[in-house]
């Protein structure tokens, strides 16, 4: 599907927070129970990358970037979010996000990104193996659903990593 994939801003706070709200309710996204506010979600994620995927002036999906920590040391790590509208998932719009915050967060000299995937997300799963990202572990029973139709199931969550190849870390 052809898109263009431009920075977020708040005025697409609405559409963004729908397909987050979408990826929520197939319980397989996160263990999230609703979509927060803009105030809410915008402290929780780093200010650059933030990109949708524009096609027509509908936005198909979004990716955006959090730190794994405060601390100092960790500056250079940052967790994906990356969200594709219902409709549009499978048309190669993950992929389109996911290719341009990889390519905006070395810029920015972020050596790695991390991302924690439910094993049921096959479709994630096989998008961040395809960009780069590796299986490093999996956390067993990390945390019981509480909604959704797997609401009281123990969920693991597959840990998955992309080390920069071109943000040096020697």
Known sequence: MECRI????EADWPAVREILRQGIETGDATFETE???WATWDVEHLPDPRLVARA???ILGWIALSPVSGRCVYGGVAEVSVYVDAEHRR?????A???AAIDRSEALGLWMLQAGVFPENTGSLA????EGFRVVGRREKLGR?????RAGEWRDVILLERRSTTVATD
């Open 97 to 99: 996000l996911l290719r």
């Open 56 to 58: 027509g002036g509908v």
């Open 35 to 37: 979509a927060p506010n």
């Open 6 to 9: 431009e920075e977020m801003c």
């Open 91 to 95: 048309h190669g719009v993950g992929r």
């Open 145 to 149: 659903m509480s909604h959704g139709p």
């Open 127 to 130: 998008l961040l193996e395809r």
